[in-house]
């Protein structure tokens, strides 16, 4: 029932930071919990983060944790990421994507829909 659209991806020197907007269509936005995954070229799409339906819980993937931020504000609609501290192995198209729980497993295959992604590119 909701339909992400990411923004804000760009090129950015390691170290910096940028900060990731999802806006989502639909009117029960509350009720879905969103996550950030991302896909380089070549490789598989991985869990970034994932932030519960009233923002009240998050959960980050290892290589992010301490240097990303989840958020969210349901009143616009949308979900960010803050990326801080940005490596070039960060290189990559990120998907933001919505479910219908919280809790378990982050398995992309259990997020029904999904972004168009935006780049993003980290430069040594």
């Known amino acids: 029932q909701v339909q992400p659209v990411e923004s804000g991806g760009g090129l950015v020197q390691a170290g910096g930071s940028l900060r990731l907007s999802c806006a989502a269509s639909?009117?029960?936005?509350?009720?879905?919990?969103m996550g950030w995954f991302r896909q380089a070229p070549g490789k598989e799409r991985e869990f970034v983060a994932i932030?519960?339906?009233?923002?009240?819980?998050?959960n980050y993937a290892d290589f992010v944790k301490g240097r990303f931020a989840i958020s969210r504000d349901n009143a616009k609609n949308t979900v960010y990421l803050q990326m801080n501290s940005l490596k070039p192995e960060d290189t990559a198209v990120y998907y933001c994507?919505?479910?219908?729980?919280?809790?378990?497993?982050?398995?992309?295959?259990?997020?029904?829909?999904w972004g168009q992604g935006t780049q993003v590119t980290v430069s040594s």
């Open positions: 932030i519960s339906g009233n923002g009240g819980s998050t």
């Open positions: 994507a919505a479910r219908t729980f919280y809790g378990g497993h982050y398995s992309a295959g259990t997020f029904g829909s």
């Open positions: 639909g009117r029960t936005f509350g009720d879905y919990a």
